[in-house]
């Protein structure tokens, strides 16, 4: 749906990561609709392994009659390492433990993020 950019905030000094939605998609609102629950959604998540959403930018439809020039984008936790692909590639097949230990990760951060979307808490003040 987009890319990821590294860049500084000015304002409070360190680093972030900003996903930008693609430009061809920018322009259907719906894409950017479903950019905004996707902000949503993990901004309501707050675990380990699961990245911070610090802010979310330029979801709003354009007026009628005007055209949109700015790109939906939201600005998270920067997190600096290497992609799974990458670490395979590097070092070859994981041992069984390592390969237990992400999957521990990632379905840790599923669960905390499924948590978030049955509670019906965090329904009432979306």
């Not at 959403?53 to 979801?59: D, K, M, S």
């Not at 978030?116 to 965090?122: G, I």
């Amino acid at each position: 749906m987009g890319v990821v950019f590294r860049a500084c905030d000015p304002k409070l000094q360190r680093i972030v990561a900003v996903k930008a939605l693609a430009p061809e998609l920018a322009r259907l609102p719906s894409a950017r609709q479903r950019f905004l629950r996707e902000a949503r959604a993990a901004a309501a998540v707050s675990h380990p392994h699961v990245v911070t959403i610090f802010a979310v930018e330029g979801t709003e439809e354009a007026p009628l009659g005007t055209e949109r020039t700015t790109l939906p984008f939201l600005v998270m936790e920067c997190i600096v390492g290497q992609t799974l692909h990458d670490k395979i590639k590097r070092v070859g097949a994981l041992k069984v433990e390592e390969i237990i230990r992400i999957s521990r990760q990632i379905a840790e951060g599923l669960t905390a993020a499924h948590k978030c979307v049955t509670d019906s808490s965090w329904e009432r003040l979306g």
